[in-house]
Nanobody, 112 residues
Framework: QVQLVESGGGLVQPGGSLRLSCVAS????????TRWYRQAPGKEREFVAF????????NYADSVKGRFTISRDNAKNTVYLQMNSLILEDTAVYYC?????WGQGTQVTVSS
């Protein structure tokens, strides 16, 4: 059974940082591209970041470029999202996606 489990979310002040993790079980991350998405209250789910199988290619939404970094450790079957300089608009549930699989999401709340 394939599972993606996100963790690392929480409450943080503007300007703060968080690192999200997405761990796969029953599935080998090293064979697939992986993306992070997010969904804010009342809004559609939106793309945040992409990473290639090797990790050599990454891509970001304009809204997070320069602040977020996606990375992967295939040996640990884990993909990360380092989020720095967080702003209020980053508040959302963050989801990991690979192939046709989605995690359950982790809540990130940016608030003073």
């Amino acid at each position: 059974q394939v599972q993606l489990v996100e963790s690392g979310g929480g409450l943080v002040q503007p300007g703060g940082s968080l690192r999200l993790s997405c761990v796969a079980s029953g599935f080998t991350f090293s064979g697939s591209y992986t993306r992070w998405y997010r969904q804010a209250p009342g809004k559609e789910r939106e793309f945040v970041a992409f990473i290639s199988i090797s990790g050599s290619i990454t891509n970001y939404a304009d809204s997070v470029k320069g602040r977020f970094t996606i990375s992967r450790d295939n040996a640990k079957n884990t993909v990360y999202l380092q989020m720095n300089s967080l702003i209020l608009e980053d508040t959302a549930v963050y989801y990991c996606n690979t192939a046709s699989y989605w995690g359950q999401g982790t809540q990130v709340t940016v608030s003073s």
